[in-house]
T-cell receptor
Framework: DAKTTQPNSMESNEEEPVHLPCNHS???????IHWYRQLPSQGPEYVIH???SNVNNRMASLAIAEDRKSSTLILHRATLRDAAVYYC?????????????FGAGTQVVVTP | EAQVTQNPRYLITVTGKKLTVTCSQN?????MSWYRQDPGLGLRQIYY???????DKGDVPEGYKVSRKEKRNFPLILESPSPNQTSLYFC?????????????FGAGSRLTVL
């Protein structure tokens, strides 16, 4: 089973922010939190990752709870091109880190 | 251009006819992995490899084989395909060390087994 829990779907209006939650209550101290997204008919692509501190890049922001048991991906101004499935995964530094589990992700629908 | 290349992109085959889906990366990545994607189930890991000659099972390895004889290539082998292996397959690669590794995915291979 996936180590993360995400809502099945979320809707947003264009130009509005989107907050995508992810629960990872069994996260270990060495697990990184990664977000990927998959546009229709494409392979997944990297969005952002972090360990403890909040992170920002040109695509999104990642807010990590103080206890690290949850995180939120923030798309600041949704566009139609952001309509995709977003996956939250954990990637650790233990011997089993290569076994990455994606789960079903969150389908983001953006309405004009 | 840094990329992961999968071939074929589309394949229709029949039950029991051995096939290989190739995956090649040009980024000198140590880590490579195969996933299958089915409606409603997300991405499920089949096999992964930490380096040449080092492979390990993911969550759904049954019916598949892999090999890692060269760093750049990681073929997925279906010795005797069955209809339940009809799926969309993705190969991915990344650098090691772990944790902060960023996966680069291929464009996918859609396989239909009749």
């Amino acid at each position: 089973d996936a180590k993360t829990t995400q809502p099945n779907s979320m809707e947003s209006n264009e130009e509005e922010p989107v907050h995508l939650p992810c629960n990872h209550s069994t996260i270990s101290g060495t697990d990184y939190i990664h977000w990927y997204r998959q546009l229709p008919s494409q392979g997944p692509e990297y969005v952002i990752h972090g360990l403890t501190s909040n992170v920002n890049n040109r695509m999104a922001s990642l807010a990590i709870a103080e206890d690290r048991k949850s995180s939120t991906l923030i798309l600041h101004r949704a566009t139609l091109r952001d309509a995709a499935v977003y996956y939250c995964i954990l990637s650790g530094t233990t011997d089993s880190w290569g076994k990455l589990q994606f789960g079903a992700g969150t389908q983001v629908v953006v309405t004009p | 251009e840094a990329q992961v290349t999968q071939n074929p992109r589309y394949l229709i085959t029949v039950t029991g006819k051995k096939l290989t889906v190739t995956c090649s990366q040009n980024m000198n990545h140590e880590y490579m992995s195969w996933y299958r994607q089915d409606p409603g189930l997300g991405l499920r890991q089949i096999y992964y490899s930490m380096n040449v000659e080092v492979t390990d099972k993911g969550d759904v390895p049954e019916g598949y084989k892999v090999s890692r004889k060269e760093k750049r290539n990681f073929p997925l082998i279906l010795e005797s395909p069955s209809p339940n292996q009809t799926s969309l397959y993705f190969c991915a690669s990344s650098l090691i060390p772990a944790g902060a590794n960023v996966l680069t995915f291929g464009a996918g291979s859609r396989l239909t087994v009749l």
